[in-house]
C-alpha cells in the first residue's frame, strides 16, 4: 500500500531525511525507532503533508497514486492519518463540531451525504468507547486544557472515527503514564485488520510490549540503517543505539 | 515556514464578494448634488408635512457648517457630497398590496439574499421591512402586529400616519447635531424603519429589516427608530448587502431607540455591505450613528452585531443609561478583510443608580486590514454602584494586518466596579496543518476556527440571523488565511 523510496526532505534548507526506503502492507505493523534528532518525526510529517517540511528527491507511493503532490487534506482523505506528537490546541471549536467537520468531508470525498446529526453522535459515542474517552471531553474544545494523556487518547479517538488505512504514530507512548499508555495501544490494537496498517514512531520497547509491531525500523541520520524483526527492538532495549552506530563504523 | 504559513492565509481570505448581483430595476433617482432643492425636492417626494422638512432644513444648515470626523483611526479618501445622488426609489408607485404585486425581479434579489419573503412570513414567522435603496417595499405581518397595538412600518408611512410619535422621539436620542453623519442623514433620510412597542406588549415575532444598496452613485441613509414603552420587550434584526461596484457608495444612517421604564429591545446586526475588491477598489463607506436610551429604570438595551463587511466602517451602537438600574450590552464580531477598514466599538454612559454594561467585541483581521476597538465607559458623577465588563479580543490572521483597541474609561464615582480584559492571538499554522491532517481542508479549518473564536457573540443572535452569520464569517475568509 505504501512504498517510500529514496526520500529526501529538508526544512528550512537543512537536510534532515537523506533517502528514506521503506515498503508498508496491508495488514502490518512496522515501528520506527531511533535516537533523537534521527528525523523520525519529519519522516511522518512529510508523509503526512507538513509544509515546513520541502521534499528535494525521491517518491511516495500510496495505493498507486502519488502521495506527495496531494495536498494535507487529499492524503487525509485517501487514507493517511497522522497521530500526532503534540496534538495542538484550538480554542472555541468542539470536538464535536471538528469531527463532524472532519467526517463530512471524508465523505464527501467518497460521494457520499453528509451524517445526520443523530447518525454522528452515535458513530462518536461508539468510538469513544475504544479509548475509553469521556464525554466531557467530546464537549469541550480541541485538546484544550486535555491532559497529555488525554490528548493521546483523543488522537486515538480520531483515528477510530476516520478508519484510516495508513496509521503513523508520532510517539504516541510520550507523556503517558502506564494506565493511558494500555488505553491507547488496547485502542490501537482494537483499531487493527486486514486491510489497514500502522507505523508507530517511538523510543522505547515499552510501547511495543502492547502494540506488537513484525517489522523494526532503525533510523538514524536521516536514513533507515537497520530492519529487522521484534528482537531487533528488544536488542535496542538492551543495547542502546551505540552499538548500531558502532555497525556504522562511528 | 513561516513565508508558508502567510501564504496559505492570504490564499484563503482573497475571496471574492457572494451577493455582488445588481437588480434590474427600473430606478427612479435624482441627479446628484446637495442643496436645500435636493432636501426640498426628496420631502415633496415623500408627501411630507411642513414639520419634517424644518428639521431636515435645520439640520442640513448645520451640517454645513462640520467637518468630516478625523479622530478615527481610518484612511478615509476625501469624499465629495456634491457627486451623490440622495435618493433612489425603485419605480412603481403604488405600494404593493399582496407578494404577488411585488415587481418579480425584486422578489428574485430578496430570494438571492436568502429573504424569500413569502417563506419567511409562512415559516419563520419574521415580519420583514425591506428596504431596498431608499423606499421600503414590502411590510409583512403588519396586520397581525397591529392587532397587538404593535406598529412596524416605513418611516415615511410613519412620518404620515404617527406624526405625533414621530415628532415626540425622532431626534430625541441622537440629534441632528449629534456628529457630521448624524446631521447628514437627518438632512437627507429616505426612509427606514419606525416601530413602537405598546405598554405590556412583549412582541411574538423578531422583527426583520433588510437593507440592500442597488442603484449606483447613490447614497443610503436610512433612519430606525425604535420606541419601548413601559414593560415592552422586541427583539429587531438588521441585515445588510449591497452590490460590487468599482466606486465607493455611502450609508449614513441613524438607529434610534429610546426605552422606557422595564422595557427591553435587543437589536442585531448582521453587516455585509460590499467591502470592495481585493485591492481595495470600491465598497461601502458605512458610517453609522447608533443609540439608545436606557430612559426607564430596570430598562435594558443589547446590542449585537456581526461587521463582515462594507470597506470603511465607522460606527459605535452605544448605550446611555440614564435610568436606575438599567442595563446595557453590546456584543460584537468585526471581520476586516483584504483592504477594509474598521473602527467600531461601543460607548456606555452610566448615568443611573446601579447601573451595568456588558462589553464583548471580537475583532478578526485578516489580508492587509486594519481593525480598530474604540470603547468609552463613562461613570458619570451621580451613577452610584455602576458596573462594567469590558472584553476585548483580537485575532489575527495575517502579518499585514492590524489589530488596535483604544479603551477609554472615564470613571467620576469611587462606588463604580470596571473591569477590561483584552487577549491576541492568531491562527497557527499547526492549527491549520492539523485541522488539514483531518481531512479539512484551510478554508474550512478558517471557517472553523474564527466560528469558535467568535461563538460567544454569534450565539446571542437569534437563530435564523446565527446560522447565516456564521456562513458569511467563513465566506468573508475565503482565501485569507496566514
Known sequence: MLEI?????????????????????????????????????????????????????????????????????????????????????????????????????????????????????????????????????????????????????????????????????????????????????????????????????????????????????????????????????????????????????? | MQDNSNNILDEVTGNDYKYGFVTDIDTEIIPVGLNEDVIKLISAKKEEPEWMLEFRLKA?????????????????????????????APKKKEGPKSMEEVDPEL??????????????????????????????VKTTFKEKLAELGIIFCSFSEAVKDYPDLIRKYLGSVVSYRDNFYAALNSAVFSDGSFVYIPKGVRCPMELSTYFRINAANTGQFERTL????????????????????????????????????????????????????????????????????????????SWT???????????????????????????SVAVTNNHQQADTGTKMIHIGKNTKSTIVSKGISAGYSQNSYRGLVKVSPKAENARNYTQCDSLLLSS??????FPLMDIGNNSAIVEHEATTSKISESQIFYCNQRGIPTEEAVGLIVNGYAKEVVNKLPMEFAVEAQKLLSISLEGSVG
Open chain 2, 60 to 88: 442640513f444648515e448645520y451640517w454645513k457648517t462640520m467637518k468630516m470626523p478625523t479622530w478615527a483611526h481610518l484612511t478615509i479618501p476625501e469624499i465629495d457630497y456634491q457627486a451623490i445622488s440622495y435618493y433612489a
Open chain 1, 5 to 250: 523510496k529514496n526520500l529526501h526532505a529538508n526544512i528550512n534548507g537543512k537536510e534532515i531525511l537523506k533517502g528514506i526506503d521503506l515498503v508498508v502492507r496491508p495488514g502490518e505493523v512496522h515501528a520506527i525507532m531511533g535516537p533523537n534528532g534521527a528525523g523520525k518525526s519529519t519522516l511522518s510529517s512529510v508523509l503526512a503533508g507538513n509544509p515546513a517540511f520541502t521534499v528535494t528527491e525521491g517518491e511516495v507511493n500510496f495505493y498507486g497514486k502519488d502521495l506527495l503532490t496531494m495536498l494535507p487534506e487529499q492524503r487525509s482523505w485517501e487514507g493517511v492519518f497522522l497521530g500526532f506528537q503534540y496534538p495542538v490546541e484550538i480554542p472555541g471549536v468542539s470536538m464535536v463540531n471538528f469531527m463532524r467537520a472532519a467526517i463530512n468531508e471524508h465523505r464527501k470525498y467518497k460521494g457520499e451525504s453528509p451524517l445526520s446529526a443523530s447518525d454522528f453522535l452515535r458513530l462518536m459515542r461508539e468510538k469513544r468507547e475504544v479509548v475509553e474517552l469521556d464525554n466531557k471531553l467530546a464537549n469541550r474544545s480541541v485538546n484544550e486544557g486535555f491532559s497529555g494523556g488525554e490528548k493521546k487518547r483523543n488522537e486515538i479517538f480520531q483515528m477510530a472515527m476516520l478508519e484510516p488505512r495508513l496509521s503513523i504514530l508520532d510517539e504516541t507512548d510520550s507523556g503517558l503514564d502506564i494506565d493511558a499508555l494500555r488505553i491507547v495501544s488496547e485502542g490501537v490494537n482494537k483499531l487493527k485488520s486486514n486491510d489497514n496498517a500502522t507505523i508507530v514512531i517511538t523510543h522505547y520497547q515499552r510501547l511495543l510490549d502492547y502494540i506488537k509491531p513484525e517489522f523494526i525500523h532503525v533510523l538514524y541520520k536521516g536514513r533507515i540503517v537497520k530492519s529487522g524483526g521484534p528482537e531487533l527492538a528488544l536488542e535496542l532495549e538492551e543495547k542502546g543505539y551505540d552499538w548500531i552506530k558502532k555497525e556504522l563504523g562511528e
Open chain 2, 107 to 136: 422578489v428574485k434579489t430578496f430570494n438571492k439574499l436568502g429573504i424569500p419573503l413569502e417563506e419567511q412570513m409562512m415559516l419563520s414567522g419574521i415580519a420583514v421591512d425591506a428596504v431596498m435603496d431608499s423606499v421600503s
Open chain 2, 226 to 301: 425604535i420606541v419601548a414603552d413601559d414593560d415592552s420587550y422586541v427583539s429587531y434584526l438588521e441585515g445588510c448587502t449591497a452590490p460590487m461596484r468599482d466606486e465607493n457608495q455611502l450609508h449614513a444612517a441613524i438607529v434610534e431607540i429610546y426605552v422606557h421604564d422595564r422595557a427591553e429591545v435587543k437589536y442585531s446586526t448582521v453587516q455585509n455591505w460590499y467591502p470592495g475588491d481585493k485591492n481595495g477598489i470600491g465598497g461601502i463607506y458605512n458610517f453609522v450613528t447608533k443609540r439608545a436610551l436606557c430612559k426607564g429604570d430596570f430598562s435594558k438595551v
Open chain 2, 305 to 331: 452585531q456581526v461587521e463582515t463587511g462594507s470597506a470603511i466602517t465607522w460606527k459605535y451602537p452605544s448605550c446611555i443609561l440614564a435610568g436606575d438600574n438599567s442595563i446595557g450590552e453590546f456584543y
Open chain 2, 400 to 405: 499585514h494586518c492590524g489589530a488596535h483597541t
